[in-house]
């Protein structure tokens, strides 16, 4: 019913800047939630920021760096990265969950590595 494939990720050095997009399909809601989520290896997944029609959310430790956006139109999420650090570093994960069903639903994650 809900399809989401994340795009953008790649490495770069601490300090730089990453663009993501999660390209939405299917049944999408402008109202749902939606949000990103990341995981490290042999670490839990966690989350790292969240979006409403009326508000967002961030990590602590991502806040004043990060930037999640949509576009209902397009049926986009982003997460605008900058001053990255090497704990940024994991598999970045979109994530939408149904405000009529309670689905919820993950993409297939995109990497992003900091380093030098």
């Known amino acids: 019913q809900v399809q989401l494939v994340e795009s953008g990720g790649g490495l770069v050095q601490p300090g730089g800047s990453l663009r993501l997009s999660c390209a939405a399909s299917?049944?999408?809601?402008?109202?749902?939630?939606m949000g990103w989520y990341r995981q490290a290896p042999g670490q839990q997944r966690e989350l790292v920021a969240s979006?409403?029609?009326?508000?967002?959310n961030y990590k602590d430790s991502v806040k004043g760096r990060f930037t999640i956006s949509r576009d209902n139109a397009k049926k986009t999420l982003y997460l605008q990265m900058n001053s990255l650090k090497p704990e940024d570093t994991a598999v970045y994960y979109c994530?939408?969950?149904?405000?009529?069903?309670?689905?919820?639903?993950w993409g297939q994650g995109t990497q992003v590595t900091v380093s030098s």
């Open positions: 994530n939408y969950r149904s405000p009529l069903s309670a689905n919820i639903y």
């Open positions: 299917g049944s999408i809601s402008s109202i749902a939630a």
């Open positions: 979006i409403t029609r009326g508000s967002t």
